[in-house]
């Protein structure tokens, strides 16, 4: 199942927006919104829907996989 991904971005915080993009989808997994399996959007389609570079969305899940918290699988997506 695909989850439609709504983010509170401010880009004016002192306060990076790839960990506002990590913060907003741990605590969705930690509330329940998001649940193992589940795949989120792509990083071309978060870019798009929330007007954020495509490098910055891409560091967020990269760190997030190195956490163990996202798992990206090549021609499949990224799932929770």
Known sequence: MET?????????ANYPVYRQIMDQITERIHNGEL????RI???RELS???????GTIKRA??????EGI???????????
């Open 4 to 12: 439609n991904m709504h983010l509170r971005i401010d880009k004016s």
């Open 35 to 38: 649940k193992v399996g589940d």
């Open 41 to 43: 959007p792509t990083e």
């Open 48 to 54: 798009i829907s929330t007007n954020i570079s495509r």
């Open 61 to 66: 899940y990269d760190e997030l996989s190195d």
């Open 70 to 80: 996202l798992e990206r699988i090549q021609g499949s997506g990224t799932y929770v």
